[in-house]
């Protein structure tokens, strides 16, 4: 499937616009926010991407998921290699789904259309915006939290105790309100106010962390007694049947970014920038907010006696009202940062996919907002194996399945050439296929699906799994969802040209 010269301009370095959007401009599936963005707007550099990942990785999800790992009895270095592993696996398939943001301008459901159907485009979207409503809870509790533990040190019992609603202490829905107001505000302004945020935020959102290390270790009497904390689990059997399903879920912590990374680089100068400014970024600043985290928790349970894994309650433990303010405020910051980036873009996109004349990115981040408080974040993060094995393991697994399709029709198949005006066509073109449906795709990623996440056991799910036989494959969900999603594509694909012929 070649590129239409007719409805397209291709410049030197091969990034591919529309001639003309005036031809689909009346479709049922077209909006201004949707539609391929004009070389001229794709201005994002090195340094945008570089600091978008510093500005979503840098967080405190990304901090209690490394501290997790020391939760569930790994040593620092058996922990660190985890995350690390992790990162650069997840690396592959989101560099490879970023290509098509930046050679056509398109944001992730719009290149969904070209496997899944103009229509069916809507499933995986979908899919995808849910858990990132679910995420977006999560950081706003967690950030909301931190807000409540600095004003609490400064008013004192009266504001942390007291008296509570549903559980919690009134002033701690006060907090995690008003965090969320904050983040509506600033989506309601669009993407170039997030990334003036990102920009800003970046170099800043170290601070925290580093200066809750500083103080564990000064406490700890240095690395020596932290760096001793011996593993709990050894490098025997006991290390290995958690390894794996930890791996899943370190994978699956970025998995929704790679498949919704065209959302930001569609707008990116060059796919040298985009790629240079994302290496650059995930695998260095996650491995860095592991390693302190890490060391800040081990540090921890050499002081304390336990892992304590939330850093808004090990900040509450410290004497030093400095200290905790200047940490806390850091994390605050870094979360918004976080969410509005890793959380709020793709489900606006998404929902506004759903409904293009309707929803705008706007209405599509309220829509988010108010579904991330409905899912109750609060009950998702209060364990460290529901959080990795059950939260994480569950979505990595049926979004794998989507990613290997992906990579498989648009690497395979097609060679990443579209035919970029047919991805906004009403009942005609080239990705119309079935009434809008790709039928392939939606029973390989059904077929990737069963297989990643069928046998899921622990937590919410039966001890012998889902479905018994298929429980083996539910400790390795990822990859499995992600090998037989693309596999089931392309085989189905194939057969449906050699049968044509």
């Known amino acids: 499937m070649a590129v239409d010269p007719a409805q397209t301009q291709v410049t030197p370095d091969g990034r591919v616009e529309l001639a003309d959007v005036g031809p689909i401009e009346h479709s049922r ?12 707007d794709r201005t994002w550099t090195t340094y945008n991407f570089f600091a978008l990942w510093m500005g979503m990785a840098h967080n405190i999800p990304s901090y209690t998921l490394a501290a997790s790992l020391i939760a569930i009895g790994m040593d620092w270095v058996q922990a660190f290699i985890t995350i690390t592993l992790g990162n650069l696996i997840v690396l592959i398939p989101m560099l490879l789904n970023s290509h098509a943001g930046t050679k056509y301008g398109i944001p992730f459901p719009v290149f969904a259309r070209a496997f899944y159907g103009v229509r069916g485009a809507n499933l995986v979207a979908l899919l995808r915006a849910f858990i990132a409503c679910a995420w977006f809870g999560i950081q706003t509790w967690v950030g909301g939290k931190a807000l409540h533990v600095i004003i609490g040190k400064l008013a004192g019992d009266p504001w942390i105790k007291a008296p509570q609603i549903g559980g919690q202490p009134w002033t701690l829905w006060l907090c995690f309100f008003g965090f969320w107001v904050v983040q509506m505000l600033i989506i309601w302004r669009g993407m170039d106010a997030i990334r003036r945020f990102e920009n800003w935020t970046a170099p800043l959102v170290s601070i925290g962390f580093l200066i809750l290390l500083g103080y564990v270790v000064g406490k700890a009497g240095g690395f020596g007694p932290i760096l001793q904390e011996p593993s709990k689990l050894g490098w025997g059997a006991d290390f290995w049947k958690i390894f794996f399903p930890a791996l899943m879920g370190m994978i699956a912590f970025w998995s929704t970014l790679s498949l919704n990374m065209p959302d930001f680089t569609r707008f990116g100068g060059s796919q040298k920038k985009q790629i240079t400014g994302q290496i650059l970024g995930l695998p260095t600043t996650m491995s860095f907010i592991a390693i302190i985290a890490i060391l800040t928790t081990s540090g921890a349970q050499a002081l304390y006696g336990q892992a304590i894994w939330d850093p808004a309650d090990l900040a509450s433990r410290f004497d030093s009202t400095l200290v905790v303010l200047v940490a806390l405020i850091s994390l605050v910051l870094a979360t918004i940062s976080a969410n509005l980036a890793a959380n709020v873009v793709s489900p606006s996109y998404d929902f506004s996919n759903a409904f293009p004349k309707k929803i ?4 599509g981040g309220l829509i988010t907002g108010v579904i991330g408080i409905v899912i109750q974040p609060w009950r998702l993060i209060s364990d460290p194996n529901i959080y990795i094995f059950a939260w994480l393991g569950f979505y990595g697994g049926l979004l794998a399945a989507v990613a290997g399709v992906f990579v498989a029709g648009y690497w395979v198949l097609n060679k990443t050439a579209l035919k970029l005006q047919d991805l906004y066509e009403d009942g005609t073109g080239a990705y119309w296929f079935n009434g809008g449906w790709n039928w392939k795709a939606v029973v390989a990623t059904v077929i990737g699906g069963v297989l990643a996440v069928g046998g899921a056991y622990g937590g919410p799910f039966p001890a012998d799994g889902l479905i018994p036989l298929l429980k083996p494959l539910y400790d390795y969900n990822w990859v ?13 694909s194939l057969r449906t040209k050699e049968t044509a012929r």
């Not at 499995?480 to 189905?492: I, N, P």
């Open 480 to 492: 499995v969802g992600f090998v037989a999603g693309f596999a089931a594509y392309l085989a189905l």
């Open 360 to 363: 705008t990115f706007a209405l």
């Open 29 to 40: 599936f077209y909006n201004p926010e949707l539609a391929p963005v004009p070389i001229k």
